[in-house]
Nanobody, 122 residues
Framework: QVQLVESGGGLVQSGGSLRLSCAAS????????MGWYRQAPGKGRELVAV???????NYAGSVKVRFTISRDNTKNMVFLRMDTLKPGDTVVYYC????????????????WGQGTQVNISS
């Protein structure tokens, strides 16, 4: 099993910045993709940004010029730098990873964090 713990959410004024962090722990052999999704009340979970072990990234169009995803493979951590935040960014953000473990024989599985609330005041 893999556990994901997010941190860094909170309240910030419109136009401000936040940095989310997520640490993966547990019986990990390897992690392929790490990233962030978000979900507004009554809506489905949507992609924010993901990053592969090699550093390839994919962003939602609505955040591409404002958010930056990065990861530290040595620490099994992923980060999301969010700039120029808007009231529409007020949702719960979930950390995600696709991981294999405890051995290479195990199939890769998807894991989710518990979510961290981001509130942007206008």
């Amino acid at each position: 099993q893999v556990q994901l713990v997010e941190s860094g959410g909170g309240l910030v004024q419109s136009g401000g910045s936040l940095r989310l962090s997520c640490a993966a722990s547990g019986r990990i052999f390897s992690i392929d993709v790490m990233g962030w999704y978000r979900q507004a009340p009554g809506k489905g979970r949507e992609l924010v940004a993901v990053i592969t072990t090699g550093g390839s990234t994919n962003y939602a169009g609505s955040v591409k010029v404002r958010f930056t995803i990065s990861r530290d493979n040595t620490k099994n951590m992923v980060f999301l730098r969010m700039d120029t935040l808007k009231p529409g960014d007020t949702v719960v953000y979930y950390c995600y990873c696709s991981a294999k473990g405890p051995s290479s024989w195990n199939s890769s599985r998807d894991y989710w964090g518990q979510g961290t609330q981001v509130n942007i005041s206008s």
